[in-house]
């Protein structure tokens, strides 16, 4: 008799889950683990709330497995000695796990973990989950491989696991590993099933709207897909949503009404969402240093140190005097989640017209998604401050982005109470009217035209060196997405790169 451990990481469910099948498969027993290790709580990207949706995510997973036979076993601790214990204590020889494209925290475990397998008889199959590809040389080819993984036979649920005795820890409250309440007001719950019931009422209801709500900050709550955490902690598979998302599209073509085309028109742009999802993960698994310095090295010589302490504060608390600015941050505190165009906006800001280095204005923007994804989150941070060198310099205006996204005032007025009595003429631009309307919302801590004028010089400045050209063909070769399609032509690039998902944020 053997037995297997599968250990699961960002994975978060028992449907569609290469390891487990291959380990049913293959043994005898399979001992489904998941480990909370509290080094990783210490990293300063982990946050209260990315804790509270996993508590959910895996205790639904545990009762899912439990109905099948056998729970899901927790551990507290380090990975190796972890799995050092229950190989030892269970004769255990093989250990599954899907490949996992995280952060520098995570991706050093891994070689950890590698290392101590090599050196004993257990071996260790790390399976793709999401089309990111290991050891990758080139961009070219990586677009067929995608659509392969996404449009493959799903692996057939399991049905059975059988019991084994073998003892759980307690992970313990929030506090025991020093997180406390970052300001979550009203956030998505974890789990599998809310995913689910998303992904249901996103492809039968609400994707109408989607292609022509996603930039606004209030309507895309309703119209986004909203599945964006559910991905990130793999409660759902990028390959179920790709194919779910394909047999609505093939159910929606037979009905032939102008409100089925529209329909057809925002999933198809979902879909392509979904590809981007995976594109900048693979950033991150051709080069995991992104998380902390410049894809393109020609832009270490800037924003080396805060200049400005109390720029950053108030960005991040919400008081820049810039009302779509603080709008947006205030929402991200309070619910977890902002659409894609103010998570650009955010950033845009924050690095180009605060000058703030984008390695302390990313990482709060971590603590703050509930769906952090480090593979999308440091490639489009990076694309939204101007370091990558190959992408397009989009310095977005809070004032035009106020009007054009938010022209009655709604989303401005929720969230900045101190803007209630402004009139519609001031409320994109407060700081034209009366001092007594604006109960002590601040005056715009920079001036917009100016900074933007000031970060322009710098940056381009920087580009027409030809040394920067070298090097951006080097990037292009490892991280560029190719233009030409592999998909049908139902699937449609987006015109606008999503900052932390696409998908994950729209």
Known sequence: MTTAIVWFKRDLRAEYHKPLRQAADQHDVVIPLYIFEPDLWQQPDMSYRHFLFLMESIEELHQTLSA?????????????????????????????????????????RDIAVSQWAKTTDVQWFELPQNGVVRALPSRDGWSKRWYQHVTETLPKPVKYLPPIAIASDTIGNPQTYGLVNDGIVK????????????????????????????????????????????????????????????????????????????????????????????????????????EFHNMHRAYDSIRTELTHPEYLHAWQVGMTGYPMVDASMRSLIQEGWLNFRMRAMLMSFASYHLWIPWQMSSLHLANLFVDYEPGIHYSQ???????????????????????????????????????????????????????????????PIINESQSRQAA????????????????????????????????????????QLALNLGLANE
């Open 456 to 495: 322009m010089k710098i940056i381009y400045g920087i580009r027409r060196d030809l040394k920067h050209r070298d090097l951006s063909t080097a990037i292009v070769t490892q991280h560029a997405s190719r233009r030409k399609r592999v998909k049908p032509k139902t699937v449609k690039q987006p015109q």
């Open 187 to 290: 956030r998505q719950l974890g789990g599998r099933q809310k995913g689910l019931a998303l992904l249901d009422s996103f492809l039968y209801e609400r994707c109408y709207h989607y292609s022509h709500h996603i930039s606004s900050p209030k309507l895309a709550q309703f119209s986004g897909s909203r599945l964006s955490p559910y991905l990130a902690f793999g409660c759902l598979s990028i390959a179920e949503v790709y194919q779910a998302s394909n047999q609505r599209v093939s159910a929606l073509k037979q009905e032939k009404t102008a409100e089925s085309k529209r329909s057809i028109r925002s999933i198809q742009a979902f879909l392509s969402r979904l590809r981007w999802h995976c594109h900048f993960i693979q950033k991150m698994e051709c080069q995991p240093d992104i």
């Open 68 to 108: 099948l036979g056998q729970g899901l076993v927790i551990r507290v601790g380090s990975a190796v000695d972890v799995l050092a214990d229950i190989t030892r204590a269970f004769n255990v020889k093989t250990i599954y796990s899907s490949q996992e494209t995280w952060n520098n925290w995570t991706y050093q």
């Open 381 to 443: 941070t990076q694309m939204q401050s101007g370091t990558t060198g190959i992408n397009t310099l989009r310095i977005y205006n809070p004032t035009k982005q106020a009007i054009d996204q938010d022209p009655d005032g709604s989303f401005i007025r929720h969230w900045i109470p101190e803007l209630s009595a402004v009139e519609d003429a001031w409320i994109h631009e407060p700081w034209q009217a009366p001092e007594d309307c604006r109960q002590n919302y601040p005056l």
